[in-house]
Nanobody, 115 residues
């Protein structure tokens, strides 16, 4: 059974930082692209960032310069470092692993940016 478990979400003040992590049960995670999506209240789910097996990264414009995605293949884990957080970043964040057959999703972790 493949499972992705996100952690690190919570309540943070504007300008603060959070580090999300996602541990995957996949043993061959090193060959797959991984990423993070988010869904804010009243909005569609959007792709935030991706990282390839080779370490190449992409970010949606709204988070460039503030968010950093990274991965530790030995731990089958992807991270999302979020700095300079804004209220607009409030959302449920989901990690993904793109395999040859399907995409796997975590259950999500809530990030709330508020005073």
């Amino acid at each position: 059974q493949v499972q992705l478990v996100e952690s690190g979400g919570g309540l943070v003040q504007p300008g603060g930082s959070l580090r999300l992590s996602c541990a995957a049960s996949l043993s061959s995670v090193s060959i797959y692209d991984m990423g993070w999506y988010r869904q804010a209240p009243g909005k569609q789910r959007e792709l935030v960032t991706t990282i390839t097996s080779g370490g190449s990264t992409k970010y949606t414009d709204s988070v460039k310069g503030r968010f950093t995605i990274s991965r530790d293949n030995a731990k089958s884990t992807v991270y999302l470092q979020m700095n300079s957080l804004k209220p607009e970043d409030t959302a449920v964040y989901y990690c993904t692993v793109e395999t040859f057959l399907t995409n796997y999703w975590g259950q999500g972790t809530q990030v709330t940016v508020s005073q």
